[in-house]
């Protein structure tokens, strides 16, 4: 399978097409993140919003039409980075094969819990998997928020040929060059990290408050928008420091070398921007304003992974230095031109259909609220 990697060099100034690319897998993490957010986010609080089994039930309902949608836009991204930079793929899901599993496990918490808590009208047993959506909701924010500020900060990667662990022959003849491997287990945690790992998962639950207030009627609905209160302002203020301290210190690094200098300044202006839209969304939730504080976080989410898009050009966070010259980048990741070509038509048929299906499932199917008189014995 992997003879059929078409892995090139090409020119060190990246093609429009790798840079279309680039920002078309931004585009994808950033709908994860939005849609797949407020999902967590719900997950999260089922055991702590929901005084009772009806209104956890409720909770779920709303969930119950879009979290295995949701998390489509994970495999869609991660397809997409298989197929335009299968040198980041390949390195990515490789090097970091244990938080991804952490992410994984998680999902498959989720994904059972939700088939088989209904399947038993046990206290004990609605309980056990109210928490196992818990768990499996939390996992995935806390392990993507650590793993996307240590691509700010830059991931070190070294030449396959420098691990005595790996067969350099092996990926000498799979790749045609040498594989390159992240080494980072032991310095995954650190302050900034931690710091990026609490914002994903403080946002994503004020995000999911939001959602609840939006989606629900009643006593749900007024316990939604009192933990969006405290949940909100936490997430500002974690947002804040980690956009001043990621910008400060690692945006322009030796770590990423060519970095465009207009992209610093989209980098403080996104960043900035995504701070304002999360306090925006606190200040409206306190107003009973829950359509405007469920857009405010969307635009900070969204606004943050175009911030971290933003380092990852054209690196694609990578501490890559290796005798003083970047051993992966855009462009030496890149799949050949004719494969990004193909990709970009089929990409521009078929991304605007899934996008009006996904607002027409949204806006139009599914926008009632719900309350516990929705819900049957």
Request: charged share 10%.
């Amino acid at each position: 399978m992997l003879n059929m990697l078409e892995i090139i060099v090409p020119a060190a100034t990246p093609s429009i097409f790798q840079v279309i690319w680039l920002i078309l897998v931004a585009v994808l993490w950033a709908g994860f993140f939005f849609f797949e957010g407020f999902d967590f986010g719900v997950g999260m609080l089922v055991p702590f919003l929901g005084k009772s089994d009806e209104q956890r039930r409720v909770m779920i309902n709303a969930l119950g039409p879009h979290w295995d949608g949701n998390e489509v836009w994970l495999l869609t991204a991660g397809g997409a980075m298989f197929a335009a930079f299968p040198a980041w793929y390949a390195t990515l899901f490789s090097g970091l094969y244990l938080p991804l599993l952490l992410v994984l496990l998680g999902l498959i918490l989720r994904g059972v819990a939700f088939e088989y808590r209904s399947k038993n009208e046990g206290k004990l047993w609605r309980t056990v998997f109210d928490w196992m959506i818990a768990v499996g909701s939390f996992l995935p924010p806390l392990v993507f928020g650590v793993g996307f500020a240590n691509f700010v900060k830059g991931v070190p990667v070294v030449p396959c040929s420098a691990h005595a662990s790996i067969d350099f022959a092996a990926c000498e003849t799979a790749f045609g060059d040498p594989l390159l491997v992240p080494r980072i287990f032991w310095e995954v945690f650190d302050a900034f990290t931690l710091v990026g790992g609490l914002l994903f998962v403080c946002l994503f639950v004020a995000h999911g408050s939001f959602f609840i207030a939006l989606k629900t009627r009643g006593e749900i609905k007024d316990r939604a928008q009192k933990f969006g209160n405290i949940l909100g302002i936490v997430a500002f203020i974690l947002a804040a420091v980690f956009v001043v301290w990621a910008n400060l210190v690692y945006f322009g690094a030796e770590a990423t070398p060519g970095q465009l200098p207009l992209l610093g300044i989209l980098a403080w202006i996104t960043g900035a921007l995504a701070v304002v839209g999360i306090g925006f969304a606190w200040f409206m939730n306190s107003k009973n304003r829950d359509g405007w504080a469920f857009i405010g976080t969307t635009l900070g989410t969204v606004l943050l992974t175009v911030m971290f898009f933003c380092f990852f050009y054209p690196g694609l966070g990578f501490a890559n230095i290796v005798d003083g010259a970047a051993t992966m980048d855009i462009t030496t990741a890149s799949s050949s031109q004719h494969t990004l070509v193909l990709m970009t038509i089929a990409a521009g048929v078929l991304v605007p259909i899934v996008l009006a299906y996904t607002a027409w499932s949204y806006f139009f199917v599914f926008r009632r609220r719900l309350s516990v008189e929705n819900i049957p014995a």
